[in-house]
C-alpha cells in the first residue's frame, strides 16, 4: 500500500507524541521514482500532516502512477494555515494536482486555460478517466474516510456511484466528493478524518531509518508571495462540457 519510502518525521513522534508535536512530511518528489512532485507554489515547510494523511497520500500516488505513469501529479499543500486557506490546519487536508487533466490548469502568471477545449469527447473522457482513478485510489487509501471538493460534475456523479459501491463505512463526511468554489477546478482539496490510523510503512531497504527532522515554522507572507492567495470569484472561468 505505502512504498518504502524515507519519511521525515520529528523525534516528538518517536516519543509517542500525538499532532501536532508528531507529524510526518512529504519525502522528496526526486525520491519518488516519478510518482509525484512538489506543486510549484508549495514550500516544504507546507508538506507536513498527520501520518494518516501521508500515508493515504503516498499510497495514492503509487497506485495512480501504476496505473497512468505518464501523468504528472503533483503534491499541494498539506499543513499550511494562513492567509492562502482558510482550512489546511488540522494535518488532515492536502490539495493534489493532475497537469493537464483537470477542468482547468493553473498556468501561473493569472493565466487558468481550459484543459477541455477544443478537444472531441472521447479525448475529454481520456482525461476525466484520469481524475476519477486519483479519486478512487485516494478513497481507497483513505478507507472511504474522505471528502473531495472538484467541480466537474460528471466526475462527482461517476465517482459517487462507485463509492456508494464500495460498502464504505464509519466516513464522517456527509458526501465523499461535491463540488465548490471554482478554484476546485484546476486541484482537488481533499480532507480525511482526524481519526483515520497511518498504513503501515513498509522497512526501508539496507534496514535505513526513517530522517529524523524538526518540524520547521514557514517564512512569513510577506517574505515569500506564493504564500499569499488572490480572491477570485466564482463563475471566472468558462463552463466545462458535460458530455
Known amino acids: 500500500m505505502v512504498p518504502p519510502l524515507p519519511i521525515p518525521r520529528p523525534r516528538e513522534c518517536d516519543r509517542g507524541a500525538s499532532y501536532p508535536e508528531c507529524k510526518w512530511q512529504i519525502p522528496a518528489a526526486p525520491l519518488s521514482e516519478g510518482r509525484y512532485r512538489r506543486w510549484r507554489n508549495t514550500i516544504v515547510e507546507h508538506m507536513w500532516g498527520r501520518p494518516a494523511l501521508v500515508t ?3 499510497g495514492a500516488a503509487d497506485r495512480f502512477h501504476a496505473a497512468y ?9 498539506l499543513d499550511a494555515p494562513g492567509p492562502r486557506h482558510s482550512t489546511h490546519d488540522r494535518g488532515v487536508d492536502v490539495d493534489l494536482y493532475l497537469l493537464g487533466s483537470m477542468m482547468v490548469e493553473n498556468a501561473g502568471g493569472g493565466r487558468y486555460p481550459n484543459n477541455y477545449e477544443d ?3 472521447a479525448e ?3 482525461k476525466r ?3 476519477l482513478e486519483l479519486a478512487k485510489a485516494f478513497a481507497d487509501c483513505s478507507r472511504g474516510h474522505l471528502r473531495i471538493y472538484y467541480n466537474d460534475e460528471v466526475v462527482v456523479e461517476r465517482f459517487l456511484a462507485w463509492y456508494g459501491e464500495q ?3 464509519g466516513s464522517p463526511f456527509e458526501t465523499p466528493m461535491r463540488t465548490h468554489n471554482a478554484l476546485h477546478e484546476f486541484h482537488f482539496h481533499i480532507s480525511i478524518a482526524d481519526d483515520l490510523e497511518p498504513w503501515p510503512v513498509p522497512e526501508l531497504p539496507d534496514g535505513a531509518d526513517h530522517p ?3 518540524i520547521r515554522e514557514p517564512p512569513a507572507p510577506e517574505t515569500a508571495p506564493n504564500l499569499s492567495s488572490m480572491n477570485r470569484e466564482p463563475g471566472m472561468w ?3 462540457p458535460r458530455e
Do not use: T, Y
Not at 505513469?69 to 499543500?77: C, F, H, V
Open 69 to 77: 505513469p505518464d501523468q504528472p501529479l503533483a503534491i499541494g499543500d
Open 212 to 214: 529524523v527532522e524538526p
Open 119 to 121: 478537444l472531441d469527447p
Open 56 to 58: 493515504a497520500i503516498l
Open 238 to 240: 468558462a463552463a466545462v
Open 129 to 131: 478517466a484520469r481524475v
Open 167 to 169: 460498502g464504505f463505512e
Open 124 to 126: 475529454i473522457e481520456e
